[in-house]
């Protein structure tokens, strides 16, 4: 009999294993250790029992070494929506099962569960005791003649663990001066027995950190309540629907997230939650947890290892109702599911940037669409996709127009940065209105949040002299610099090379370089040097990679304990902090200039969600936006909050160029040692293309080109990019243009529904 593999190897696809006579023939789902050229690999069967074909003969198929699973150890339901991932993002199924597994499945044999000894006293060991003390308090000496010599410190143990007859952890006992080894010793007397416990390392310790409190009984809206109503009656037909929550910045949508699980949950059905940040899980993992309690699991990259497989083993077992997470947990093996909510579903945190290049929403859609779910899609900035498809009935629209109570939406005044600079110089990182306005918070005791969407101090650095900069040595881009002073490094941010500043320009040798451009880092020094006392604090991916460090952030400014907090797009998201009255944008233009089809579109959401940060509480809010394109549209309907009319004007714009929503595209990227490797490469797919295309004229080939990341990780990038509104069609073509020449499949990056082109 054969069988068919998954195995964790980039862009391979399924292989034919044999099952050795007398091995039970392994169910699709278990997990099998299977040979791989010189190595040996643990893999996943996906279909089973292939009759054995006696023209093909098996003398070549090499036999499964072990079989490790009796059941199945990923659902068949997973397996299934895993294979749809990889032929959709046209990825090897093999890496899109290894996403699929809990990180550590995928080595040899592991339920490497995390287990404990616990040590309890057994009935000869309180004889034992009682003896001692009646012969210590008859004055007697102790171990009597013919006695077992038991140390004092053993004495110690059996008196410690008469305390608790269920049992210590041997791990405490050591912290109570009791040495493994004695324990084992009273153990092989019998006095002491020793049980292994498996433990479930459970991660809420992170969601009690930054965790609200809950208002059990608050009364909805009645937009929410109509909104509750009318996905509830969705839910309960157990059939597909997608909803579209289209709600406002602080509109209260988790509030109908927790009521529709609630119901879903009554009903006997799970529910996935996904979020967009690990930062986001804790908070929306510990309001979930209040309101189910423990039949809540938590699934996402920030947990260890060991975190991680439990929670997986936990939902896998059936213990869980609930699970919330980041965009891997699309594939929790969570059974009946009922409902799969994507909250902030634009958000581009849930597109993989890597292989399989899956969109987390778009998985989560057709989980929904197999498993007969409802699913809902909230957001106050939905992606154009999702509203084209709102707008053309596919999708449920709900609407929530209002915050709660009443809150009024923040107040938003756009500052020209031309006009300042005339004013002040060309220096102003910071204008003049967003600096009073600071200066007001403070006195006030509220806080203030200040967003740029750019990392480092410097982002530039350029040589007076020869105008030369100072770029990285791998890829087409300049080098940031992080730090002041002696601290000072020059990194990249794609690949990570850092190098000293130097004195002089590498180029000319002239003393006179200077730094160009602003990021954070500097943001924060200057609010610092202008606001005196302020209790300033930075939220990016530099500040928060040490683990935890983010959610330490976070609760220290929910307690007040920072007054402002300057950041990248992880302050825009979701968070919710009431005491947050003033939003400053430093330059809303940072994602203007990309030449990328969604520029806008991001631009838009970021400053639309960041200004919803604020006027979240009591007190009303404000946001200040500075920019060089005061006119822009984006800009000026993200000021008004208008999404609709964002939308019509964005909708004309990709109809023209022809972009999504209307059509959809893929793009590929070749990558080569040369420049002149990787257009050839590119022109070679480009020309294959139009021959299978032929006279049907089902796509556009454009390109090659070289890609505007032109040169990253030392290799040299050409892009081609298709459009179609026959998607499967295109894709087919290109899946079969590469696997007629196997030597490209390695060099070439494809990416279906891409949410950048860059
Ligand atoms: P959104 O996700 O729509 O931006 P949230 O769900 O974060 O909004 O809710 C915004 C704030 O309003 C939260 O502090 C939440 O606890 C509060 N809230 C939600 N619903 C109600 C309600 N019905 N009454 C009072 N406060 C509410
Ligand atoms: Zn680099």
């Given at each position: 009999?054969?069988?068919?593999?998954?195995?964790?190897?980039?862009?391979?696809?399924?292989?034919?294993?044999?099952?050795?006579?007398?091995?039970?023939?392994?169910?699709?789902?278990?997990?099998?250790?299977?040979?791989?050229g010189?190595?040996?690999?643990?893999?996943v069967?996906?279909?089973?029992?292939?009759?054995?074909?006696?023209?093909?003969?098996?003398?070549?198929?090499?036999?499964?070494?072990?079989?490790?699973?009796?059941?199945?150890?990923?659902?068949?339901?997973?397996?299934?929506?895993?294979?749809?991932?990889?032929?959709?993002?046209?990825a090897?199924?093999?890496?899109?099962?290894?996403?699929?597994?809990?990180?550590?499945?995928?080595?040899?044999?592991?339920?490497?569960?995390?287990?404990?000894?616990?040590?309890?006293?057994?009935?000869a060991?309180?004889?034992?005791?009682?003896?001692?003390?009646?012969?210590?308090?008859?004055?007697?000496?102790?171990?009597?003649?013919?006695?077992?010599?038991?140390?004092?410190?053993?004495?110690?143990?059996?008196?410690?663990?008469?305390?608790?007859?269920?049992?210590?952890?041997?791990?405490?006992?050591?912290?109570?001066?009791?040495?493994?080894?004695?324990?084992?010793?009273?153990?092989?007397?019998?006095?002491v027995?020793?049980?292994?416990?498996?433990?479930?390392?459970?991660?809420?310790h992170?969601?009690?950190?930054?965790?609200?409190?809950?208002?059990?009984?608050?009364?909805?809206?009645?937009?929410?309540?109509?909104?509750?109503?009318?996905?509830?009656?969705?839910?309960?037909?157990?059939?597909?629907?997608?909803?579209?929550?289209?709600?406002?910045?602080?509109?209260?949508k988790?509030?109908?997230?927790?009521?529709?699980?609630?119901?879903?949950?009554?009903?006997?059905?799970?529910?996935?939650?996904?979020?967009?940040e690990?930062?986001?899980?804790?908070?929306?993992?510990?309001?979930?947890?209040?309101?189910?309690?423990?039949?809540?699991?938590?699934?996402?990259?920030?947990?260890?290892?060991?975190?991680?497989?439990?929670?997986?083993q936990?939902?896998?077992?059936?213990?869980?109702?609930?699970?919330?997470?980041?965009?891997?947990?699309?594939?929790?093996?969570?059974?009946?599911?009922?409902?799969?909510?994507?909250?902030?579903?634009?958000?581009?945190?849930?597109?993989?940037?890597?292989n399989?290049?899956?969109?987390?929403?778009?998985?989560?859609?057709?989980?929904?669409?197999?498993?007969?779910?409802?699913?809902?899609?909230?957001?106050?900035?939905?992606?154009?996709?999702?509203?084209?498809?709102?707008?053309?009935?596919?999708?449920?629209?709900?609407?929530?127009?209002?915050?709660?109570?009443?809150?009024?939406?923040?107040?938003?005044?756009?500052?020209?940065?031309?006009?300042?600079?005339?004013?002040?110089?060309?220096?102003?990182?910071?204008?003049?209105?967003?600096?009073?306005?600071?200066?007001?918070?403070?006195?006030?005791?509220?806080?203030?949040?200040?967003?740029?969407?750019?990392?480092?101090?410097?982002?530039?650095?350029?040589?007076?002299?020869?105008?030369?900069?100072?770029d990285?040595?791998?890829?087409?881009?300049?080098?940031?610099?992080?730090?002041?002073?002696?601290?000072?490094?020059?990194?990249?941010?794609?690949?990570?090379?850092?190098?000293?500043?130097?004195?002089?320009?590498?180029?000319?040798?002239?003393?006179?370089?200077?730094?160009?451009?602003?990021?954070?880092?500097?943001?924060?020094?200057?609010?610092?040097?202008?606001?005196?006392?302020?209790?300033?604090?930075?939220?990016?991916?530099?500040?928060?990679?040490?683990r935890?460090?983010?959610?330490?952030?976070?609760?220290?400014?929910?307690?007040?304990?920072?007054?402002?907090?300057?950041?990248?797009?992880?302050?825009?998201?979701?968070?919710?902090?009431?005491?947050?009255?003033?939003?400053?944008?430093?330059?809303?233009?940072v994602g203007?200039?990309?030449?990328?089809?969604?520029?806008?579109?991001?631009?838009?959401?970021?400053?639309?969600?960041?200004?919803?940060?604020?006027?979240?509480?009591?007190?009303?809010?404000?946001?200040?936006?500075q920019?060089?394109?005061?006119?822009?549209?984006?800009?000026?309907?993200?000021?008004?909050?208008?999404?609709?009319?964002?939308?019509?004007?964005?909708?004309?714009?990709?109809?023209?160029?022809?972009?999504?929503?209307?059509?959809?595209?893929?793009?590929?990227?070749?990558?080569?040692?040369?420049?002149?490797?990787?257009?050839?490469?590119?022109?070679?797919?480009?020309?294959?293309?139009?021959?299978?295309?032929?006279?049907?004229?089902?796509?556009?080939?454009?390109?090659?080109?070289?890609?505007?990341?032109?040169?990253?990780?030392?290799?040299?990038?050409?892009?081609?990019?298709?459009?179609?509104?026959?998607?499967?069609?295109?894709?087919?073509?290109?899946?079969?243009?590469?696997?007629?020449?196997p030597?490209?499949?390695?060099?070439?990056?494809?990416?279906v529904?891409?949410?950048?082109?860059?």
């Amino acid at each position: 009999m054969f069988i068919q593999v998954a195995v964790p190897v980039p862009a391979l696809n399924l292989l034919t294993y044999r099952v050795p006579d007398g091995m039970t023939a392994p169910t699709v789902g278990a997990r099998v250790v299977v040979p791989l050229g010189s190595r040996i690999v643990t893999g996943v069967v996906v279909d089973a029992a292939l009759p054995l074909d006696d023209e093909l003969g098996d003398v070549n198929i090499k036999p499964i070494r072990e079989l490790l699973d009796a059941g199945a150890f990923i659902p068949p339901d997973v397996i299934d929506l895993a294979l749809w991932t990889a032929t959709y993002y046209a990825a090897g199924s093999g890496e899109t099962i290894t996403a699929v597994l809990p990180p550590k499945a995928r080595g040899g044999r592991a339920d490497a569960h995390k287990t404990i000894r616990i040590a309890a006293i057994t009935a000869a060991g309180l004889d034992e005791l009682q003896e001692a003390r009646t012969h210590r308090e008859a004055g007697l000496s102790w171990p009597g003649p013919g006695r077992r010599e038991l140390t004092p410190k053993q004495y110690e143990a059996l008196d410690i663990l008469a305390g608790t007859p269920s049992g210590i952890p041997t791990p405490q006992l050591a912290v109570r001066g009791i040495a493994a080894d004695a324990v084992s010793r009273l153990a092989r007397h019998g006095l002491v027995s020793l049980r292994q416990v498996r433990v479930d390392r459970d991660p809420f310790h992170l969601a009690s950190i930054s965790s609200p409190p809950v208002d059990a009984d608050r009364r909805l809206t009645p937009e929410q309540m109509a909104a509750v109503g009318r996905l509830t009656a969705l839910a309960q037909t157990d059939s597909f629907h997608v909803a579209l929550l289209h709600g406002v910045t602080g509109s209260g949508k988790t509030e109908i997230y927790l009521r529709l699980s609630a119901a879903v949950r009554a009903a006997g059905r799970g529910v996935l939650m996904l979020v967009p940040e690990i930062g986001l899980t804790p908070a929306m993992a510990s309001l979930f947890r209040q309101a189910f309690g423990d039949r809540v699991a938590i699934q996402h990259s920030g947990l260890s290892d060991g975190e991680r497989h439990d929670q997986w083993q936990r939902i896998r077992r059936g213990d869980i109702d609930v699970v919330v997470g980041t965009r891997s947990a699309v594939f929790a093996p969570l059974d009946r599911v009922g409902l799969i909510v994507v909250d902030e579903e634009h958000d581009g945190s849930y597109k993989q940037e890597e292989n399989p290049r899956y969109n987390g929403r778009d998985v989560a859609i057709v989980r929904g669409q197999r498993a007969k779910a409802l699913v809902v899609l909230g957001s106050a900035t939905p992606s154009m996709e999702s509203y084209y498809n709102a707008t053309s009935g596919r999708y449920e629209r709900v609407v929530l127009e209002r915050r709660v109570l009443d809150r009024a939406l923040a107040a938003v005044t756009i500052v020209d940065m031309r006009e300042e600079y005339a004013a002040t110089g060309p220096d102003a990182i910071l204008s003049r209105a967003l600096r009073d306005a600071i200066a007001a918070r403070l006195d006030r005791k509220e806080q203030s949040l200040v967003l740029l969407n750019r990392r480092g101090f410097a982002t530039a650095v350029f040589c007076r002299q020869c105008a030369g900069t100072l770029d990285c040595p791998n890829c087409s881009v300049s080098l940031v610099i992080h730090g002041e002073g002696g601290a000072r490094r020059a990194r990249c941010h794609y690949c990570d090379y850092s190098t000293r500043v130097p004195s002089a320009c590498p180029l000319c040798a002239g003393p006179y370089l200077e730094q160009a451009g602003f990021g954070t880092e500097r943001v924060e020094a200057e609010i610092k040097r202008l606001c005196g006392p302020a209790r300033v604090a930075r939220l990016d991916r530099d500040a928060v990679r040490r683990r935890g460090a983010l959610a330490s952030l976070l609760s220290r400014f929910r307690d007040g304990e920072i007054d402002v907090l300057v950041g990248t797009q992880m302050i825009a998201k979701g968070h919710d902090f009431p005491r947050v009255t003033l939003v400053g944008v430093v330059s809303a233009d940072v994602g203007l200039g990309m030449a990328d089809f969604r520029a806008s579109e991001r631009t838009f959401q970021l400053l639309t969600q960041v200004a919803g940060r604020a006027g979240r509480g009591e007190q009303p809010g404000e946001a200040i936006i500075q920019t060089l394109y005061p006119d822009h549209y984006s800009i000026q309907l993200a000021c008004r909050q208008d999404y609709p009319a964002f939308y019509a004007r964005e909708l004309q714009f990709r109809g023209a160029m022809r972009y999504p929503p209307l059509v959809s595209i893929i793009n590929t990227i070749v990558r080569s040692r040369t420049f002149t490797g990787a257009m050839d490469d590119a022109a070679d797919i480009v020309q294959r293309l139009r021959e299978a295309d032929g006279d049907r004229g089902e796509f556009r080939v454009l390109g090659p080109a070289p890609a505007p990341l032109a040169k990253l990780r030392g290799e040299y990038r050409a892009q081609l990019l298709i459009k179609s509104s026959n998607r499967k069609r295109m894709r087919e073509a290109l899946v079969s243009v590469i696997a007629d020449r196997p030597h490209l499949a390695r060099r070439t990056t494809i990416d279906v529904d891409p949410l950048s082109v860059l």
